[in-house]
């Protein structure tokens, strides 16, 4: 079943990708605008055009830019806040506008790493809000999650592959691709309108990253923000480093432009 939507993690076809019916965003976070108060709906300026909020308090969430690191040249932070820190409070970021999936294949792909596992919950894909709780088994969510206060999906080590359909939770955990605290890991999701797979690629050892792939079936038929929520365990500041963001869709035919 994989095999599905193998396409959706290549590249666009050299002819397709500057054509009506292939679609490519790229951010590498190197002209990022940084905002200290992502509070209600805060356009943040990037390669991309993005929109942060503020959910569970009031401690000023905010998008900062971090100093590049060798093979990670533009780096930002997305962070709870430090105002008035405290557990539940959230940081959104998502593009400003929906995406519904179809018989098309949406992906989209991070890099990223995690300075606190212990006390981070982070959520990326495709929620209803950008200021939704992380795995609060919310109506309609398409998303990798990181949640080191569910035991179930075995804590601050493993990310899981969620979806939710109108409140019907689905979950499989990446068992093999061990998340370490502040090292680089790629997250990926593709999506239609019948099942999504996901990609966990970790640095491993030495000689060759640990990669995993799992899916999950499903008819997602809601329209949601694609994105990341980053959420604190405990009454302290927690965040997110992202390095790159890409987001692709290639519509089959000429024909789905026109609703054919």
Do not use: C
Not at 219 to 232: D, I, N, Q, R, S
């Amino acid at each position: 079943m994989v095999a599905k939507l193998g396409s959706a993690f290549s590249v666009l076809p050299f002819d397709k990708a500057d054509t009506l019916v292939g679609t490519s965003l790229t951010d590498e976070f190197l002209n990022t605008i940084a905002n200290a108060d992502l509070d209600g709906a805060v356009t943040v300026t990037s390669e991309i055009t993005w929109v942060g909020d503020e959910g569970g308090g009031d401690s000023a969430p905010a998008v900062a830019n971090v100093t590049g690191v060798a093979n990670h040249p533009g780096i930002i932070s997305l962070a709870t806040g430090a105002t008035t820190p405290a557990d539940g409070d959230i940081a959104g970021l998502t593009l400003a506008n929906t995406v519904l999936a179809d018989d098309n294949d949406f992906y989209m792909g991070t890099i990223i790493r995690i300075p606190d596992v212990s006390d981070t919950k982070v959520s990326f894909g495709l929620t209803a809000t950008r200021t939704e709780a992380v795995n609060s088994s919310a109506a309609n969510v398409v998303a990798l999650v990181f949640d080191p206060e569910d035991a179930a999906n075995v804590g601050d080590a493993m990310f899981f592959l969620q979806l939710n359909i109108g409140g019907t939770d689905q979950e499989v955990v990446f068992d093999q691709a061990l998340v370490v605290e502040n090292e680089w890991l790629i997250l990926e999701l593709a999506v239609n309108d019948t099942r999504v797979v996901a990609r966990v690629t970790v640095d491993g050892d030495t000689t060759q990253p640990t990669t995993q792939v799992k899916e999950l079936a499903g008819a997602m038929a809601t329209a949601l923000l694609p994105g990341y929520l980053v959420e604190a365990v405990g009454a302290a500041e927690e965040l997110i480093n992202v390095d790159k963001f890409v987001a692709r869709y290639l519509r089959k035919s000429m024909n789905s432009l026109l609703g054919a």
